[in-house]
C-alpha cells in the first residue's frame, strides 16, 4: 500500500502564487507516476501536471501551461506543483495520485493511489 498526503493549500487573491507539496510512504516502490488532479464543485477531476519517476518529460493540462511547475524529489518520496499567476478558475480541491503502470495520462480510473486533497480558493 502507497499512503499520499499533501498539503500547501490556502487561499489567495488572482495574480498570487501556491506550492502544494505531496509526500508518499509505504510500499514506495508502487509509486511511478504522480499526477496532481483537480476538482471543482460540480465538475469532474481534471488532470493538472503530470511527473514520472525517472527524467521524462513533464506534462500540463492547457489551463495550466506557463503557469504551473511540477517537480519531484525522489529522495523525500515528494512531489511539489508550484502556481503562479492564479486565477479564480483554478479554485478547487487538489488531489495527489500516483500509479506504477498505466497509459492514459488523464485518467482517474487508472491511478492506484489517492490522497485526501487540499483545497485552493483564489478569489478575485
Known amino acids: 500500500q502507497v499512503q499520499l498526503v499533501e498539503s500547501g493549500g490556502g487561499s489567495v487573491q488572482a495574480g498570487g502564487s501556491l506550492r502544494l507539496s505531496c509526500t508518499a510512504s509505504?510500499?514506495?516502490?508502487?509509486?511511478?507516476?504522480m499526477t496532481w488532479f483537480r476538482q471543482a464543485p460540480g465538475k469532474g477531476r481534471e488532470g493538472v501536471a503530470s511527473i514520472n519517476t525517472g527524467s521524462g518529460p513533464t506534462h500540463y493540462a492547457d489551463s495550466v501551461k506557463g503557469r504551473f511547475t511540477i517537480s519531484r524529489d525522489n529522495a523525500k518520496n515528494t512531489v511539489y506543483l508550484q502556481m503562479n499567476s492564479l486565477k479564480p478558475e483554478d479554485t478547487a480541491m487538489y488531489y495527489c495520485a500516483s500509479r506504477r503502470y498505466g497509459s492514459a495520462l488523464w485518467d482517474p480510473q487508472e491511478y492506484n493511489y489517492w490522497g485526501q486533497g487540499t483545497q485552493v480558493t483564489v478569489s478575485s
Open positions: 509505504g510500499d514506495i516502490k508502487m509509486v511511478g507516476r
